[in-house]
């Protein structure tokens, strides 16, 4: 079955980096474009990027642009959240997703929280 785990989350200050990642299992992971998502406390869930199969098209969100970068490793069937400069209301819970035959398939998510 389709299986998505994400990792590397954590507490970081105001201008740090963190690394998230999230491993894939149970589809042909190279076929299909990955996204990842953010949702804060008593907010909807935000788009924050997204990548096509061999990476070559990446979009982000325009409050993410320039701090955060996503990335895939086929051969590892991971996809990569590298963000940099973080802020306070970068503060959310991150998911990635896949949509898989119409049906979409998320992680249980990362805590990442920003403060000093």
């Known amino acids: 079955q389709v299986q998505l785990v994400e990792s590397g989350g954590g507490l970081v200050q105001p201008g740090g980096s963190l690394r998230l990642s999230c491993a894939a299992s149970g589809f042909n992971f190279s076929s299909y474009p990955m996204i990842w998502y953010r949702q804060a406390p008593g907010k909807e869930r935000e788009l924050v990027a997204s990548i096509s199969t061999s990476g070559g098209t990446r979009k982000y969100a325009d409050f993410v642009k320039g701090r955060f970068t996503i990335s895939r490793d086929n051969a590892k069937n991971t996809v990569y959240l590298y963000m940099n400069s973080l802020k306070p209301e970068d503060m959310a819970v991150y998911y990635c997703?896949?949509?898989?035959?119409?049906?979409?398939?998320w992680g249980q998510g990362t805590q990442v929280t920003v403060s000093s």
């Open positions: 997703k896949v949509r898989w035959y119409e049906n979409d398939y």
